[in-house]
């Protein structure tokens, strides 16, 4: 195997590790979208907030959690097409901008796969910026989940306590 198959293979676990962001953020959608639908439905008449002050309120803040597990799971989604220094010729971002014909990218692309080092330099750049990627979406997620089990707890806190 050669260093640019390793770099190949690592360029792939991070793509894959992508993807399993993206799962985990679906995930969390549907779930916050299930908790939200249960609690905004639970959520009494404003008429009747002051008698049920504090279950109002729990419902309210679980409301809000859920809202903000929402935004964080579909800011995972978001596509990132620049990431800051890459230029490589193995992002499509970069393709679409630098090369207008198939034929110039065609020319670009042979040379690059010709010279073992610059190929190699391009993997590890698209690594790079790959992971970059990865890192936000895991964040974001990681956020999301967190958010979403508060939600929860403060869901389930209402409907003990409450009334």
């Known amino acids: 195997m050669t260093k640019s198959d390793d770099a190949w ?12 962001a993206d799962a985990k953020a679906g995930v969390v959608l549907a779930s916050a979208g299930v908790l939200g639908g249960i609690v905004v439905r639970a959520v009494p008449s404003p008429t009747q907030w002051r008698e049920s002050w504090f279950h109002t309120g729990l419902l309210l803040l679980s ?6 597990s929402i935004l964080l799971s579909l800011r995972a989604f978001v596509p990132r097409l620049r990431t800051g220094g890459s230029r ?3 992002h499509f971002d970069n393709i679409a901008r630098r090369y207008t014909t198939a034929a110039d990218f065609s020319t670009a692309c042979r040379a690059l796969f010709e010279q073992h080092e610059r190929l190699q330099d391009a993997v590890i750049t698209q690594l790079w910026a790959t992971s970059k990627i ?3 979406k895991f964040r974001s997620v990681t956020c ?6 508060f939600a929860l707890l403060t869901a ?3 409907g003990v306590l409450g009334n």
């Open 144 to 149: 999301a989940i967190i958010s979403l089990g």
């Open 63 to 68: 409301i809000a959690l859920v809202s903000v």
């Open 156 to 158: 389930l806190a209402a």
């Open 9 to 20: 293979k690592a360029l792939s676990q991070i793509n894959d590790l992508i993807k399993v």
């Open 134 to 136: 990865a890192r936000r």
């Open 88 to 90: 490589s010729l193995l």
